[in-house]
């Protein structure tokens, strides 16, 4: 019902910044919540940040917060991820996820992108 498409990753130097974009189609996202999560090898896959779709409300990481932001723009049907001060350890794959009857998509995710990978290199 809904596709969700990650781009933005690649190899970035430690201390620099890269934004991650997720487009959805097949339905609008405007009362979705929304949120990226990720996975580095050998570990599980964890959320980073979320953002509620009533009021726009958003949550983080304690390893990413003030260092990460997530937005989203429903006009474009959109949701993103700045990512700054990137360390090695931020290094994974990336994924976009969508939950339709949650206010918070850690409570229930109905779709997941592909995922796109960022490395962070010293």
């Known amino acids: 019902q809904v596709q969700l498409v990650e781009s933005g990753g690649g190899l970035v130097q430690a201390g620099g910044s890269l934004r991650l974009s997720c487009a959805a189609s097949g339905r609008t996202i405007n009362n979705y919540a929304m949120g990226w999560f990720r996975q580095a090898p050998g570990k599980e896959r964890e959320v980073v940040a979320s953002i509620r779709w009533d009021d726009g409300g958003t949550r983080y990481a304690d390893s990413v917060k003030g260092r990460f932001t997530i937005s989203r723009d429903n006009a474009k049907n959109a949701v993103y991820l700045q990512m700054n001060s990137l360390k090695p350890e931020d290094t994974a794959v990336y994924y976009c996820?969508?939950?339709?009857?949650?206010?918070?998509?850690?409570?229930?995710?109905?779709?997941w992108g592909k995922g796109t990978l960022v490395t962070v290199s010293s």
């Open positions: 996820a969508a939950g339709s009857y949650t206010a918070w998509v850690i409570d229930g995710v109905d779709y």
